[in-house]
T-cell receptor
């Protein structure tokens, strides 16, 4: 079993739709959970960062962590064509900031 | 320049060539990272430097040789690469490696093609 699994997509949605992106993981020791957005020909940029379980909201973006199910989600409300990118989940065990494990990414296209 | 910069942005090399990738961060960070990103695969961590000291070598073949002369600069020296080494090589930096989950800032990457 891979340590972090993520549906690679591509996922195509119409503008204005609510997008749900998900990752599952196998290591119950993960404490920190992140979502990165990567536009074509660019490096990943951090979108959301959460510690342990719960929800975090930032504008149109909401991150959810369910540690009991080893499942994390990123919701994008009122999606825009500018949200078209690859979304990478990442996670790490506490105290070792370098040990990020990334998912393979989900490619999202928001159609005007 | 701001953030994390990488040069060159594109590189084509033969299997017998020697080349180097350069990364520079302007964020005052103390940790720097090299990642390999291949199509449809997760980011693979290659090397980690914290305060100029290498703290992680993720079983990377010796044909990849990192160098970190100071906290702002990171190099990846390449020699006798294989075609399967073709990928996007990303550099990242963070405040340090001691705090769990601290944010990594990525450069735009170098797209490497090995013929």
């Amino acid at each position: 079993q891979k340590e972090v699994e993520q549906d690679p997509g591509p996922l195509s949605v119409p503008e204005g739709a609510i997008v749900s992106l998900n990752c599952t993981y196998s290591n119950s020791a993960f404490q920190y959970f992140m979502w990165y957005r990567q536009y074509s020909r660019k490096g990943p940029e951090l979108l959301m960062y959460t510690y342990s379980s719960g929800n975090k909201e930032d504008g149109r973006f909401t991150a959810q962590v369910d540690k009991s199910s080893k499942y994390i989600s990123l919701f994008i409300r009122d999606s825009q064509p500018s949200d078209s990118a690859t979304y990478l989940c990442a996670m790490s065990v506490g105290n070792y900031g370098q040990n990020f494990v990334f998912g393979p990414g989900t490619r999202l296209s928001v159609l005007p | 320049e701001t953030g994390v910069t990488q040069t060159p942005r594109h590189l084509v090399m033969g299997m017998t060539n020697k080349k180097s990738l350069k990364c520079e961060q302007h964020l005052g960070h103390n940790a720097m990272y090299w990642y390999k990103q291949s199509a449809k695969k997760p980011l693979e961590l290659m090397f980690v430097y914290n305060f100029k000291e290498q703290t992680e070598n993720n079983s990377v073949p010796s044909r990849f040789s990192p160098e970190c002369p100071n906290s702002s600069h990171l190099f990846l020296h390449l020699h006798t690469l294989q075609p399967e080494d073709s990928a996007l090589y990303l550099c990242a930096s963070s405040q340090d490696t001691e705090r769990g989950g601290n944010e990594q800032f990525f450069g735009p990457g170098t797209r490497l093609t090995v013929l």
